[in-house]
């Protein structure tokens, strides 16, 4: 039977990247405002030593640039907390994460364009979740979300150890959903 490796996706993000390419196919569904993101995430991991851009990367830009993103958290000493984590990465915490491929082992460990596995999923699943509610583009919020409903991820450990609860989190981002864009004609094409 030769071999044959049956691989289990534990996440509709890992689903999401054995689906299709992450880099520029789905980097041209970003606004403007998170391609901008994306790349000073990938400046963040070529600073940081890592080969890949990572959740815990994303995470990060999208905090420091997206008003709307830190308006999920409510509070200021929360954004703060997340941040610091976040900036302790490349000085101790986040250390052990330089030398590996954020990866739950039900995905090749290289996409081929700079991203690990889980954050290619999560790309992707955020452009999903941005024409789902009718939207050409993915922004910083649909990344947010896709981020926060990924368990194996870098980003939710670090929302975890700074005290977020991720569901609630979830569930925010959910009511902050509203129609934008081509909201409408994504309406006339469901019914």
Do not use: K, N
Request: hydrophobic share 40%; aromatic share 4%.
């Amino acid at each position: 039977m030769g071999d044959v490796q049956h691989r289990i996706p534990h996440s509709p993000h890992q689903q999401a990247a054995e689906r299709g390419p992450v880099g520029p196919d789905a980097e041209a569904h970003l606004s403007a405002e998170l391609a901008a993101m994306v790349a000073s995430a990938r400046r963040r991991a070529v600073r940081d030593g890592d080969r890949q851009i990572d959740t815990a990367h994303l995470l990060h830009t999208l905090l420091e640039s997206d008003p709307e993103v830190r308006e999920a958290f409510g509070s200021g000493p929360q954004v703060a907390r997340l941040l610091g984590y976040l900036v302790q990465r490349s000085i101790g915490y986040g250390l052990r994460w330089q030398s590996s491929v954020e990866d739950s082992g039900a995905l090749p460990t290289v996409t081929g364009e700079g991203w690990s596995p889980v954050a290619a999923g999560v790309m992707e699943t955020a452009y999903e979740r941005a024409v789902r509610r009718g939207d050409a583009f993915a922004d910083g919020v649909d990344l947010l979300a896709a981020l926060a409903s990924e368990p194996g991820s870098r980003a939710v450990e670090v929302l975890g150890r700074a005290g977020v609860e991720v569901r609630e989190l979830l569930e925010s981002l959910e009511r902050l959903e509203r129609p934008r864009g081509l909201a409408e004609r994504g309406r006339g094409l469901e019914a």
